[in-house]
């Protein structure tokens, strides 16, 4: 308007907002650049050792400190962290000031066992004296090994096999138990089923009753316990699954079971055998068996996973170049006339940077055998490398949860095959599953079959009540009729899996969430 009418006045205040406006705007392109390229700097645990070698109890919550750095020459006036961390981890944060220089704490509340990773915040700043306010993401990488709670339980042996084991026996220390063996443990009363050759004559004379001899036991026992990792036990909320109950029983059975001296083994099956960890005795197999199990909510093999190899890419060539600072992208002169089915990303050149990433990484770790070998994630060795590097650098990547129909008795019978050829014999096996799709009665008549031929004591856990999924009764009606069919299958799927496994002594033991696992190691003694 000063300009239409000729009016310098009016003119210079008007245009003096225009110009300091355009001014804050070119200030704020300049600090957000920056912000973007390390202006901020958050460091966790400062002055303490590597937050990779976080450990911490499932049901427990981590503080760790933080300070909040900016580089020199920015100034922003407000500063707002948002937490990033990869689910099933939550977080919190709190700030003593405003602006940086800045220091807080970072609470991490893990749901699940296994791996927990917080990669970072989101960072929201106003700069330009407030004009204007810009978003930057601040890599802070932490990993947190969850590990399952400690039950008090009774420390007698939970599980028995059929009879002793003379293989097994060689070379190994006797546990003192009662049993069937050589040397005599003590002289009792003689009871009610007590076999007629174990009176003592002489003692009994001497008392006026009958006095049996109780020998110790020759048997070493060897338990192994079956993991089921298929899709249906992940259904529900993290900490609330089936897996989630599952993994802290299995950690327990194993734990009793290695600490009165006896050996434990392990097989993780989904519709293929996954992991294994052969019978052992000792801290050392308890820590390998305790390894294998926190591997299981991260199994990112290609049947177990839902995205694409383009995704895949994707995910991880944003992880490096949001975290590490480099890109992958390939330059085009043209990007109109660009393949849009072609990956932007040079694959060759984002293998070896994940490579060398994850290198690092394991070295880190101390991890020179991983559990799950790096070339077993796929079958295409670029693809496993990118899937291995998604794996332990948390990058996550979306589960299938579709079961595939027979997949859960196909994985069954693989996983005995493994007992069966393991060393030894027989075993007192636990088997933790859901049955939700082990309707193939056939490879369940060749588990019978095969329990029955080796003598061996099968005991079957099953999760199947309708807690596990966590929903709410009457949320959503559609989604209440999906869980009643969900529940309706499991039950038919328990029920001829009952039929096929019960004529061989094979023993069902049904749990729900408000079995602890105390008290479901007191149904397997019961039951075993």
Known sequence: MGVAFDRPIATALGGLPLVLLTWAYAVARVARHRLRHGGLIATLRPGVAEPGELRIPLGRALTLPFRLDVAPGLSPRVVTLSPAPVAPLEAAVTMTAAAPPAEGTLQLTPRRVGDAFFQGFVASAEVAHGLFGVRVWVPARARVTV???RYAARPDAPLRATRTSLQE?????????RGTGM???ELRDHQAGDPFKHIAWRASARRGKLIAREFESDLVLSTFVLVDASPSMFWGPPGRARIDYVLEAAHHLLDLVVGR???AGLVVYDEAVRLEVTPGRGRPQLVRLLEALLEVPHLVHEGRTELTDRELVERAAAWLEAQDGVTCRVATRDPKRADPRASPHDLARLVQLAQRRLDAELVARDLSRPVVPL???????QRAILRAFCRHLGVPLPLDPTPRPGAQARGLEAAMEHVLTARGGPHAIVIMSDLYSADDLEALRHIAAAARRHRHSVV????????FEGAAAGADALEDAVLDVARLRVSHSLELAQAALRPAGVTFLRCGPEDVVPRLLQRLRQVA
Do not use: K, M, N, Q
Request: some cysteine.
């Open 460 to 467: 079957v856990v099953c999760p199947d009540h309708p807690g």
């Open 375 to 381: 070339f077993s994630y796929a079958r295409d060795p």
């Open 261 to 263: 001296g006896d050996r």
């Open 183 to 185: 040397e005599i443990r």
């Open 147 to 149: 590990l399952p709670r």
């Open 169 to 177: 026996r060689a070379g190994a220390d006797h546990t003192r138990r």
